[in-house]
């Protein structure tokens, strides 16, 4: 593939992956100032969906990678792997759907769901064809077709969007939509209906690639094929188990309506925080062609360590300005979720642990020690549950947001201390040191501008009162809360030029400019 092809594909499906979680983070706002934090819908929401994302790990037990890698092995037929993988894949998935409809009402009532058995169905119908898809997803980008790709991952996004701002706008409006609107837990359970509609729809667009079906199934093609994949579903278990398994988990540790409630406002306030995981995707699909493309080996230490470097660099900007216009983003969710806000820092460190954690991981992988990134994930994600179980029941959904940073820090550190010693990488310590606590210093002084724009507001509002006293970021929280009119325009003024400070500071510090300007 030549230079010119290849930044397109990237472009295209950095576009369609970003845009299309932009769309999906709209459907934030709707939901939670549809569905009142008190009534605990949105924690149904934020449980079911983390089961969808654990299922769908399992269905495709790292299928969609093993194919890529068969496609282009010499000696093996692209068709015949395709048709092999299609039919894994979909036997794993029928068989799934069998064993869940045909125990349908004790699976929904072991999950809390007794009383709305057709939600479990429903969503389980959604993960078999999402993990059936992905394969032909997989078969699109194996064949470097992103405008088809792109386009389908929009033939969902867009008429899901319209379907759940018909359900919370028009419904119940409308006296005969109404009663089936609140049947379903005030539109909660209609949400993954939409899903469901939507997703099978996409079938539609993938005429062509289930001709794939009719391709020979190799026995001894899929034994070499689930050999190599299984430490690849080992690894994305345990990925995914670090990001939802506090939301499964949390219904049992914290049974009954106030543990749904909980859940509901953890859920919406973590979303917020995702806009960091947003913000570093975009660094990496912009970062990367430029790393790859440079005159050194793409995978030599010092680019590696350059490619750490500069992450934690955009992470610390992406976490500042964030931060420093929580006032404006906090209006993402309905105003009865925000005494949530102050675990948005915390999972934003966490999600910051994740991203070094995942540059880290190159040392393994360039070294044929895959099995160390399965061990160091399952400790982390064992920490994270531990934290759990132990502080859910005492101090609710902050035990979620510590339990992900104590998580994901273990897998950090671990990767940093084996990879120093097995796969050498001269990280710069110094800068990252410099860039970090230069950052804690920037997020400390805006602190001080979220009181002064409170004083300048006068007494804090009943919006202050909403956020915990005992929380670690309450004060900060409460400050933005109280701020108002004037008092909130100067502490917006103010954190933009701490923003634009620590901007200019760490750039000329880094280099980067100059390695820009040269390119």
Same mark, same amino acid.
């Given at each position: 593939m030549n230079l010119k092809s290849l930044l397109k594909d990237t472009a295209i499906y950095g576009l369609s992956s970003i845009v299309g979680r932009f769309l999906n983070y709209l459907l934030v706002p709707v939901h939670t100032y549809r569905i009142a934090a008190g009534s605990g819908g949105y924690g149904i929401v934020s449980n079911l969906y983390a089961y969808t994302a654990l299922l769908l790990a399992l269905l495709t037990f790292g299928m969609e990678t093993t194919l890529f890698r068969f496609s282009n092995k010499e000696g093996e037929d692209p068709d015949r792997v395709y048709g092999t993988t299609l039919k894994l894949v979909g036997g794993v998935c029928l068989l799934f759907l069998v064993a869940v409809f045909t125990l349908l009402g004790p699976v929904a009532g072991a999950m809390g769901y007794a009383t709305h058995p057709e939600y479990i169905g429903c969503m389980a119908l959604i993960v078999a064809m999402d993990a059936f898809q992905a394969i032909m997803f997989s078969r699109l980008r194996q064949q470097r077709r992103p405008i088809k790709f792109m386009t389908l991952k929009f033939a969902f996004i867009i008429p899901n969007v319209l379907l759940n701002l018909f359900i919370f706008f028009v419904m119940p409006r409308v006296p005969a939509l109404n009663e089936i609107f609140l049947r379903f837990d005030g539109g909660v359970g209609l949400i993954f209906f939409a899903n469901l509609l939507c997703t099978a729809g996409v079938f539609l667009g993938f005429r062509?690639?289930?001709?794939?079906?009719?391709?020979?199934?190799?026995?001894?093609?899929?034994?070499?094929?689930?050999?190599?994949?299984?430490?690849?579903?080992?690894?994305?278990?345990?990925?995914?188990? &670090?990001?939802?398994?506090?939301?499964?988990?949390?219904?049992?540790?914290?049974?009954?309506?106030?543990?749904?409630?909980?859940?509901g406002i953890y859920g919406a306030c973590v979303k917020i925080a995702m806009i960091m995981a947003l913000l570093t995707q975009a660094f990496r699909y912009a970062y990367e062609p430029i790393v790859f493309n440079g005159s050194r080996d793409r995978n030599s230490p010092e680019t590696l360590a350059d490619g750490m470097k500069y992450f934690v660099l955009f992470s610390a900007v992406a976490f500042l300005a964030v931060m420093f216009y929580m006032p404006i983003l906090r209006h993402f969710v309905q105003p009865g979720y925000w005494e949530g806000l102050g675990v948005v820092p915390i999972v934003m460190l966490a999600e910051v642990f994740m991203g070094i954690y995942?540059?880290?991981?190159?040392?393994?992988?360039?070294?044929?020690?895959?099995?160390?990134? @399965?061990?160091?994930?399952?400790?982390?994600?064992?920490?994270?549950?531990?934290?759990?179980?132990?502080?859910?029941?005492?101090?609710?959904?902050?035990?979620?947001?510590?339990?992900?940073?104590?998580?994901?820090? =273990?897998?950090?550190?671990?990767?940093?201390?084996?990879?120093?010693?097995?796969?050498?990488?001269?990280?710069?310590?110094?800068?990252? @040191?410099?860039?970090?606590?230069?950052?804690?210093?920037?997020?400390?002084?805006?602190?001080?501008?979220?009181?002064?724009?409170?004083?300048?507001?006068?007494?804090?509002?009943?919006?202050?009162?909403?956020?915990?006293?005992?929380?670690?970021?309450?004060?900060?929280?409460?400050?933005?809360?109280?701020?108002?009119?004037?008092?909130?325009?100067?502490?917006?003024?103010? &954190? =933009?030029?701490?923003?634009?400070?620590?901007?200019?500071?760490?750039?000329?510090?880094?280099?980067?400019?100059?390695?820009?300007?040269?390119?």
């Amino acid at each position: 593939m030549n230079l010119k092809s290849l930044l397109k594909d990237t472009a295209i499906y950095g576009l369609s992956s970003i845009v299309g979680r932009f769309l999906n983070y709209l459907l934030v706002p709707v939901h939670t100032y549809r569905i009142a934090a008190g009534s605990g819908g949105y924690g149904i929401v934020s449980n079911l969906y983390a089961y969808t994302a654990l299922l769908l790990a399992l269905l495709t037990f790292g299928m969609e990678t093993t194919l890529f890698r068969f496609s282009n092995k010499e000696g093996e037929d692209p068709d015949r792997v395709y048709g092999t993988t299609l039919k894994l894949v979909g036997g794993v998935c029928l068989l799934f759907l069998v064993a869940v409809f045909t125990l349908l009402g004790p699976v929904a009532g072991a999950m809390g769901y007794a009383t709305h058995p057709e939600y479990i169905g429903c969503m389980a119908l959604i993960v078999a064809m999402d993990a059936f898809q992905a394969i032909m997803f997989s078969r699109l980008r194996q064949q470097r077709r992103p405008i088809k790709f792109m386009t389908l991952k929009f033939a969902f996004i867009i008429p899901n969007v319209l379907l759940n701002l018909f359900i919370f706008f028009v419904m119940p409006r409308v006296p005969a939509l109404n009663e089936i609107f609140l049947r379903f837990d005030g539109g909660v359970g209609l949400i993954f209906f939409a899903n469901l509609l939507c997703t099978a729809g996409v079938f539609l667009g993938f005429r062509q690639e289930l001709r794939g079906l009719r391709f020979r199934f190799d026995g001894a093609l899929a034994g070499r094929m689930l050999r190599y994949t299984w430490p690849l579903l080992l690894l994305s278990l345990v990925g995914i188990l &670090n990001q939802v398994a506090d939301k499964i988990l949390f219904p049992y540790l914290m049974p009954g309506p106030e543990g749904r409630v909980q859940l509901g406002i953890y859920g919406a306030c973590v979303k917020i925080a995702m806009i960091m995981a947003l913000l570093t995707q975009a660094f990496r699909y912009a970062y990367e062609p430029i790393v790859f493309n440079g005159s050194r080996d793409r995978n030599s230490p010092e680019t590696l360590a350059d490619g750490m470097k500069y992450f934690v660099l955009f992470s610390a900007v992406a976490f500042l300005a964030v931060m420093f216009y929580m006032p404006i983003l906090r209006h993402f969710v309905q105003p009865g979720y925000w005494e949530g806000l102050g675990v948005v820092p915390i999972v934003m460190l966490a999600e910051v642990f994740m991203g070094i954690y995942f540059n880290l991981s190159f040392w393994y992988k360039l070294s044929d020690q895959t099995h160390w990134g @399965a061990i160091m994930s399952a400790i982390g994600a064992a920490v994270m549950i531990v934290v759990n179980v132990l502080f859910v029941p005492r101090i609710g959904y902050w035990a979620c947001a510590w339990g992900g940073l104590a998580g994901y820090g =273990t897998a950090m550190l671990l990767s940093w201390l084996i990879g120093q010693k097995r796969y050498p990488i001269p990280y710069d310590l110094r800068q990252i @040191a410099f860039f970090v606590l230069l950052a804690a210093a920037f997020y400390g002084l805006s602190l001080l501008t979220a009181r002064l724009g409170a004083a300048v507001s006068g007494p804090a509002t009943d919006l202050s009162a909403a956020v915990p006293a005992s929380s670690p970021t309450a004060s900060a929280c409460a400050s933005s809360a109280a701020a108002s009119g004037w008092g909130l325009v100067l502490q917006l003024a103010l &954190n =933009t030029l701490l923003l634009a400070a620590y901007g200019f500071l760490t750039l000329r510090r880094s280099g980067l400019l100059r390695s820009l300007r040269r390119r």
